[in-house]
């Protein structure tokens, strides 16, 4: 395919990605690579460096809309952001020293996983303030969110077992280039017991900053391809964007059905084409 | 905190659109100076030295004669969208200053150096 039709097909197909992702909660960086990788037969490590990038525009976006809301945690987030970016610096000089191969087997062993994670059910009991950890109290970590009848306040546990498993999302996050928000969210949802708004709004603010973390040693071992992550981080924005405004009218529950098999169909060609190309 | 927090979604979410706006901007640039060629992202290269660094981005998108302005142009929305969160950071942590929450203001600057470091090393 020759260029401009090259840059549409890869910017469309990023549209999609974004969408979905937005339409079913994964993200739409760990859905991009694979489909650049396997579709349209792209480098992976050119793939991640375009992903990340997209990542951090549409981290950006929704981040902001939920700052303003008064949902996420900053305090939180921040303190967190300390595992997560340099567990980011770890995966990336990980990542450059890594065959491709093996990067697309761990790939698609993280986005199976991720699919699994989202079918989770979310807890629903919160933590009071009293019974949070000394440590988080001391931080003050304990917040609030405005909910339908006056503020809600929220206490948290799990603190160190929580920044532990943040590192390791920092460390797939720039491993692989993806925004890792479906372990951000495990961290906080399961471990740290945080409410599930919050969860969400907080991992949205830190996806970006861990993403930055990784994303100088991208570009200086040259991983951002300026003509590949323009369509890229153009199409997920604008794909995420508009995945926002479907999610009050689209039926939600069968769409995720439909592309979580999808989803873990291309997770599993990620892993085959991995051991192909070390096989042969 | 309020205010800033206002002020942090304003700059993150402007900051988003202008960089946006830009990448878009210098796409149609060079894609209009590339028509009709194959893209090459099959085989991994790399990517030249001038991309590497914003100063030298900068130099490159006016140096109308030198090969790779225009996708110095696209580097350049991408640089100022990577600098997005570094901004989040900084501000916030600035927030935290004002605030004589030196707590927080300290957990901020630790996750500005290391971005810093990770940006600029």
Redesign the interface.
């Known amino acids: 395919?020759?260029?401009?039709f090259?840059?549409l097909a890869v910017a469309a197909a990023s549209f999609f990605a974004g969408l979905l992702g937005a339409l079913i909660g994964l993200g739409g960086g760990i859905i991009v690579t694979p489909l650049l990788v396997l579709g349209?037969?792209?480098?992976i490590?050119?793939a991640m460096g375009a992903a990340l990038?997209s990542v951090?525009?549409t981290?950006?976006?929704a981040?902001?809309?939920y700052?303003?809301d008064?949902i996420s945690n900053?305090?939180i987030g921040?303190?967190l952001?300390?595992a997560t970016?340099?567990g980011?610096?770890c995966g990336?000089l990980l990542a450059v020293v890594l065959d491709?191969s093996v990067l697309a087997i761990i790939f698609g062993v993280a986005l199976l996983v991720t699919v699994i994670l989202s079918l989770r059910k979310k807890s629903e009991a919160l933590v009071t303030v009293e019974d949070s950890d000394p440590l988080a109290a001391r931080?003050?970590l304990p917040g609030e969110f405005p909910g339908p009848s006056g503020p809600v306040r929220y206490g948290v546990v799990g603190l160190v077992p929580g920044f532990a498993v943040m590192w390791v999302a920092g460390v797939l996050s720039g491993l692989l280039g993806i925004g890792s928000g479906a372990f951000k969210v495990l961290a906080m949802d399961q471990i740290m017991r945080l409410p599930f708004k919050v969860t969400t709004a907080t991992s949205n603010?830190m996806i970006?900053?861990t993403?930055?973390?990784?994303?100088?040693?991208y570009?200086?071992?040259?991983?951002?391809?300026?003509?590949?992550?323009?369509?890229v981080?153009?199409g997920v924005?604008a794909g995420a964007f508009a995945g926002a405004k479907l999610l009050t009218v689209a039926p939600v529950k069968l769409l995720r059905v439909i592309f979580l098999v999808a989803v873990s169909i291309i997770a599993v060609q990620m892993i085959a084409q991995g051991l192909g190309i070390s096989l042969s | 905190m309020n205010r800033l927090t206002s002020l942090l979604a304003q700059v993150m979410l402007t900051g988003t659109l202008i960089a946006a706006a830009i990448i878009a901007a210098g796409l149609v640039w060079y894609l209009s100076a590339h028509l009709g060629q194959s893209p090459g992202d099959h085989i991994f290269r790399g990517e030249p030295r001038f991309l590497e660094s914003p100063v030298a981005m900068v130099r490159h998108i006016f140096a109308l004669n030198e090969v790779g302005h225009r996708r110095s142009l696209v580097m350049f929305g991408i640089f100022l969208l990577l600098l997005n969160p570094l901004l989040r950071v900084g501000l916030a942590g600035l927030g935290y200053l004002l605030e004589k929450d030196r707590l927080f203001a300290g957990i901020s600057a630790i996750v500005f150096a290391v971005l810093l470091v990770s940006f600029f090393w």
């Open positions: 395919m020759t260029e401009p090259f840059d349209f037969g792209i480098d490590r050119y990038c951090i525009a981290s950006s976006g981040a902001a809309a700052l303003r008064g900053m305090q921040m303190f952001c300390i970016t340099i980011a610096v990336a491709q931080l003050r603010f970006g900053v993403a930055a973390a990784s994303v100088g040693i570009l200086k071992k040259g991983y951002l391809d300026p003509a590949l992550v323009a369509p981080a153009l924005l």
